[in-house]
């Protein structure tokens, strides 16, 4: 079991200038919802968005330590318009 606070740290190592919220969907540690506002996703399309968060997990989820991980992701200037 993955903690949520090991799935940021993850996430942070690869993106160093992130802001990341988890949450665990299901309580049992392996299903989680993870919001990644960072400034590396500028210029990127979502794919690639996305693609930048599974590379800094890839060894948790081709273990299955998680097993779901649903990502919403957001340039800051693109999260400083959602959260107006």
Known sequence: MITPDQV???IQAGLP???VQVQDLTGGGDHY???VVSSQFEGCSLVQQ???VYKAV???MSSE???ALALKTYTPEDWAA???
């Open 58 to 60: 890839r060894e948790a």
């Open 50 to 52: 996305h693609q930048l």
């Open 82 to 84: 959602q959260s107006a």
């Open 33 to 35: 919802q993870v919001v």
């Open 8 to 10: 940021s740290a993850m």
């Open 17 to 19: 200038d992130a802001s």
């Open 65 to 67: 330590a998680i097993h």
